[in-house]
C-alpha cells in the first residue's frame, strides 16, 4: 500500500446535512455575527436553532460549526475566539465560563478505518465548570459540574465533577474545594 491509496479522496465518504443551512450561517457567522451586539447574536443563534438562555454572554468571534446542536443554559460566557465544532450537540450547563481561544469539538476521524471515516460524538460542560483559556474539550467528553479544565489543557476523558485537570493530555490533580 502506498501513500496514494491512503489519501484519496474519494475513499472518504462524509454525509453533509443542512449544507444550504450551513452555508448560509457560515457566511452569517464570519461577517455579520462579529458586528451584532450581545442581544441580536443571542437572537440569531436561536433563529438558527440554538437552545440560549438570555443571560448568556457570546462573545462576536465565536465561531459556532452548527447553531441547531447547541445548548447553553442560563448565565453562561462564551469568550473570544471560542471555537464550537459541533458536527454533534454540545451542551453546556448554567454558570459556566469558557475562556478565550477555547475549542470543543465533537468530530474526528477513525485512525484504524483506511477510509478515515468520520466519528462524532456529542460535548457535555456540567453547570457551574470552567474552560480556562486555550484548553480543548474532544469528542464524546463529559466536564462534570464544578469541573475547573486547566489552561491549553487538552480534555479527551471524562472530568469529574468539582475535579480540577490539567495538562495534555488532561489530567486530574486535585478536587475543587468551594466554600
Known sequence: MNVETIIRTDLYKEVREHRLLRICWAVFNKFAFPLLHNKLRILVLRLFGAKIAE???VYGSVKVYAPWRLT????VCIGPRVEIYNK???RIGSHVVVSQDAYLCTASHDVNSLRMDL???S???GSNAWLA???AVLPGVTVGEGAVVGACAVVA???PPWSVAVGNPAAVVRCRRVG
Open 88 to 90: 454533534a450537540d454540545v
Open 157 to 159: 476523558k471524562d472530568v
Open 133 to 135: 483559556a486555550k484548553s
Open 72 to 75: 447553553l443554559g442560563s448565565w
Open 119 to 121: 466519528v462524532i460524538a
Open 123 to 125: 460535548v457535555t460542560i
Open 55 to 57: 443571560s448568556c454572554h
